[in-house]
């Protein structure tokens, strides 16, 4: 178990890194968040802050369980972004989305981290290559193999 645990907070810091570089890319280099991009900031505290719970409460499977559908639900949202970059005219600008995330609490009180203020084909910067939702995608897939080998491992511990 003392390793799963260590996984865990492994996972844990990984996802609020990721989510410390997307606000470094929005604040220093002028990158405004897609309603896209804002979701997956979400998936990434929903991924941190489920593997730290579960890292310091040995709750090492139920907050596994509960980062592994954050990275799901991340991997499908870091889908559709891909798919817009993929298929130029096919856009999710400024519409309901959008405007629906700019209401929540979270994104009224901590602005400067939840506010969509961006379009979603617009996010072809890149870093060594890839886009960064190319990076979110990948980021998403090794968290969740990470999530995926901690909920095997603690199985068979049983």
């Known amino acids: 178990m003392p390793r799963s645990r260590s996984v ?7 996802s609020f890194a990721l989510v410390g570089v997307a606000l470094y890319l929005q604040h220093a ?7 896209l991009c804002v979701i997956q900031r979400y998936a990434f505290l929903g991924i941190g802050f489920a593997a730290l719970i579960g890292a310091l409460s040995h709750k090492i499977r139920g907050g596994a369980m509960i980062a592994l559908l954050a990275a799901l639900g991340g991997l ?9 970059l993929a298929n130029p005219g096919f856009s ?3 519409d309901p989305m959008e405007t629906m ?13 939840f506010q969509a203020d961006g379009l ?6 890149g870093l060594f290559g890839l886009s ?5 995608a990948l980021w998403f897939v090794l968290l969740t193999i990470g999530l995926v080998w901690v909920l095997v491992s603690t199985r068979r511990a049983r």
């Open 8 to 14: 865990l907070f492994a996972i844990s810091f990984v």
């Open 101 to 113: 995330l700019n209401k929540i609490p979270t994104a009224t009180l901590l602005p400067w981290l």
């Open 132 to 136: 960064i939702p190319q990076w979110s």
């Open 120 to 125: 979603c084909e617009n996010a072809t910067d």
């Open 92 to 94: 999710c600008g400024i």
């Open 29 to 35: 280099h002028d990158m405004l968040p897609c309603p």
């Open 76 to 84: 499908g949202t870091v889908g559709k972004h891909l798919y817009v």
